[in-house]
């Protein structure tokens, strides 16, 4: 499957949405926002912290760093 160049990630859309907030965002917000699963979200996540791009504040809040 080709991705159109410029266009978003479904990573690059979390990222995006965590950023946009100054005190974190939970998992619950980001399925809103974007429509994912739980299981999709936590899997961006994971990579995400990995990166070390996002921060857990508490237990499903995150921020970026």
């Not at 479904?10 to 739980?38: C, H, R, W």
């Given at each position: 499957?080709?991705?159109?160049?410029?266009?978003?990630?479904?990573?690059?859309?979390?990222?995006?949405?965590?950023?946009?907030s100054?005190?974190?965002?939970?998992?619950?917000?980001?399925?809103?926002?974007?429509?994912?699963?739980?299981?999709?979200?936590?899997?961006?996540?994971?990579?995400?912290?990995?990166?070390?791009?996002?921060?857990?504040?508490?237990?499903?809040?995150?921020?970026?760093?």
């Amino acid at each position: 499957k080709k991705r159109a160049v410029g266009s978003a990630t479904d990573t690059d859309k979390v990222l995006k949405i965590i950023a946009g907030s100054k005190k974190g965002v939970g998992t619950a917000a980001i399925m809103q926002k974007t429509g994912y699963n739980q299981k999709k979200i936590a899997n961006i996540i994971y990579r995400l912290r990995k990166q070390k791009k996002i921060k857990s504040v508490d237990k499903g809040v995150y921020t970026k760093l």
